[in-house]
């Protein structure tokens, strides 16, 4: 932790604290270089991240060089020994993803689509890959594999070893990929970013697995000829701990209906498959294995009628659930050395909560840990002695302890501080549940103005709907605070008061819910929306005439639809929206629509460019011109199709801005802009 500007140690025991002196001696040392200035060596040493985790190296990237700086024992005298190297000298030679080995003896990285590899004692580099082909990536991945599969800006697609003497790495052929264009208006000479971007149904990258002997550069590739090339997509690469020569791999076919966990043997080339998953929809990546000391190991999977649990899946493939009931699993956060324990997070007390779990992996006992409300993100200690556990809920600021393995606290340690709270007027937000038509609880946040009561008494409230909706994407939680909360806060002081509803797909309660809106999005999440506004039109403070609506992203979508296929919201504001699954990417339409190619009628029925003719409302629609992720080509396609069915709209365009309007002075445009189109279609003025 810092304390006063430095890094320091505490004993999770006595809560002695010393300081921590690897950032101080990396800073030392970058210092002694040339190339380092006493200010540019300070700022890597206010920094862990240049660390690996046993804090033993750490790499630097400078001036377009690689630097290594590592720490040892003087053996004769037992005096620390630190030692950095510059491992490159090509400044101008590019350097993408750098990472160190495990064992702290290579660096990888990438050059123009190929993986090199640097010696950290003698500096030598050699190039692994010679594809001289710019449309082919080895270890590095493309915007659809990054932004889809694994993790918007994780553009890495190499593994080492856990001995550092193998890198396993994707290789994508984006040739057969569109090209899509997007133009910077704010440029006087006209400039074009080109993207491979594959929409719905287009081709998507061509994917391989490799691995490549770092001491021999030797290659060899993965067979995958059980999985046609236009069909497969490679959803995550890992090795297993020990032997370290067998790389374990997911796989999927193009629209996600099925999952293959793999494990090819480098030394035998022999391919085992270890779990298969299927679904009626589609299959989730969840997580990569968790290894037991048996050689098995633990699994997160929805296939138990959709409710998301673990199971141990053993060495020879038998798969015995660990966790069951109506409720869902979120992450597994330890697993003990022994292979004994494991500590999850969980839905257990409600969709609404995140739970710390404990569960005994031998008599599968489920023992919840510390409060069973709010919402708890937790980092265990290695041995599972302690755990660090930030938590909240809707009326407690987050604040984070120290606890010991049982879940009792054992120290403070820090808080959020809510001094803005105590210079605005805000009520407290409520959490409560609408029913469905069916039944089905609806959960839900409300901001109401601080006065409400006397408010509420002298004449009825608008209310605006914040959405977002999309698959297993929830916005209401037991938290401190909420998607753009204190706009919402200042909202609901001018008098309009703000409704979150999670329809049931959204809610992340496993797939058996989310399931219900595959090849038809945005049908079943309105037939939800509608019922929470029929709730809303019961209560007797609630103007039924005065309701708004608004959403960004899926959010945007979700809001455009709502307005065109639906009488009962007054005006909406649709941010960076899709507004045709035709215009969005392969790998997450796909997966929830499958090819518009084979359904062509749901692609049909969810377009919201085919509805604009049916708008009811005012609506107001806003995007990044930038977009690189929905394209501003979508609000564009509703702008035309609005216009030529004669209907009134408003529109913002916000230049040099992406998926989100991020420029201060942008950002604080939209929000008073979108401040004074409520009051004006919701308040009157």
Request: a negative charge.
């Amino acid at each position: 932790m810092q304390h006063n500007g430095r890094w320091h140690s505490v004993d999770c025991q006595t809560g002695a604290m010393q300081p921590f002196d690897r950032p101080k001696r990396l800073t030392d040392a970058l210092a002694k270089l040339e190339a380092f200035s006493e200010s540019q060596a300070s700022n890597v040493g206010r920094r862990l991240d240049f660390f690996d985790a046993k804090f033993e190296n750490a790499l630097i990237e400078h001036k377009g060089d690689v630097y290594v700086f590592q720490t040892g024992n003087n053996s004769s005298n037992g005096a620390t020994r630190d030692t950095v190297r510059q491992i490159t000298h090509s400044p101008d030679h590019a350097k993408e993803l750098a990472e160190l080995s495990p064992t702290g003896r290579h660096v990888a990285y990438i050059h123009k689509n190929n993986i090199w590899v640097a010696d950290c004692e003698s500096t030598e580099v050699r190039q692994l890959t010679d594809d001289n082909d710019i449309e082919v990536l080895n270890g590095k991945l493309d915007w659809v594999y990054q932004e889809e599969i694994y993790g918007r800006g994780k553009f890495k697609g190499y593994w080492w070893s856990p001995d550092g003497s193998m890198i396993a790495f994707l290789r994508l052929d984006e040739t057969p990929v569109p090209r899509f264009r997007i133009d910077n208006s704010l440029m006087f000479a006209q400039t074009l970013e080109e993207t491979r971007y594959p929409k719905s149904g287009q081709p998507n990258p061509t994917v391989t697995l490799h691995v490549v002997n770092v001491a021999t550069g030797k290659i060899q590739e993965v067979s995958l000829s059980d999985y046609a090339a236009d069909d497969r997509l490679v959803v995550r690469v890992g090795w297993r701990p020990s032997p370290a020569n067998q790389v374990v791999f997911q796989i999927q076919n193009r629209i996600q209906t099925m999952l293959d966990v793999c494990e090819f043997d480098t030394n035998t080339k022999k391919l085992r498959k270890l779990v298969q998953e299927t679904s009626p929809a589609w299959v989730d990546v969840i997580e990569e294995p968790r290894w037991l000391p048996d050689g098995g190991f633990l699994w997160l999977s929805d296939s138990s009628g959709g409710r998301r649990h673990l199971y141990r899946i053993d060495s020879d493939g038998k798969r015995n659930a660990l966790t069951q009931g109506e409720w869902d699993v979120k992450s597994i956060e330890w697993v003990s050395p022994d292979g004994k324990q494991a500590v999850l997070l969980g839905h257990q007390s409600s969709p609404i909560n995140t739970d710390v779990l404990r569960v005994d992996l031998i008599s599968n006992k489920i023992e919840p840990l510390g409060e069973a409300t709010g919402t708890h993100r937790v980092s265990v200690h290695p041995q599972g002695q302690y755990y660090i556990d930030s938590y909240s809920d809707a009326k407690t600021p987050s604040q984070m302890w120290l606890r010991k393995q049982d879940g009792s606290k054992h120290r403070f340690v820090g808080g959020f501080r809510n001094d803005r709270f105590e210079y605005i007027k805000t009520g407290e937000v409520e959490l409560f549940e609408i029913a469905a038509r069916d039944g089905f609880a609806l959960q839900s946040i409300m901001y109401k103005p601080a006065d409400f009561e006397k408010r509420s008494e002298s004449a009825k409230m608008p209310i605006l709907i914040h959405v977002y909706g999309g698959p297993a994407a929830p916005t209401v939680e037991n938290t401190w605070t909420h998607r753009s909360d204190l706009w919402h806060r200042y909202m609901a002081e001018q008098g309009i008061c703000v409704l979150f509803c999670d329809n049931r797909s959204a809610l992340g309660r496993g797939n058996s819910d989310t399931w219900k809106i595959y090849k038809d999005l945005a049908s079943t999440e309105l037939r939800d929306l509608e019922d929470a506004v029929q709730w809303l039109k019961q209560q007797s403070w609630v103007d039924p005439e005065r309701i708004g609506i608004w959403g960004w992203s899926y959010g945007g979508y979700f809001t455009a639809y709502a307005m065109t296929h639906s009488k009962s919201f007054r005006a909406g504001i649709a941010g960076a929206p899709v507004t045709d699954w035709n215009n969005y990417d392969s790998v997450y339409t796909e997966r929830y629509m499958n090819t518009p190619q084979a359904n062509p009628e749901g692609y049909k029925s969810s377009s919201v460019v085919n509805s604009a003719k049916d708008l009811h409302g005012r609506l107001m629609l806003i995007h990044g011109e930038i977009d690189d992720n929905v394209h501003m080509a979508n609000t564009m396609q509703l702008v035309h199709a609005l216009q030529k069915a004669n209907k009134k709209f408003d529109l913002m365009v916000y230049p040099n801005n992406r998926h989100g309007i991020v420029d201060p002075d942008q950002s604080y445009h939209q929000y008073q802009m979108m401040t004074e189109f409520f009051k004006a279609q919701l308040l009157g003025h």
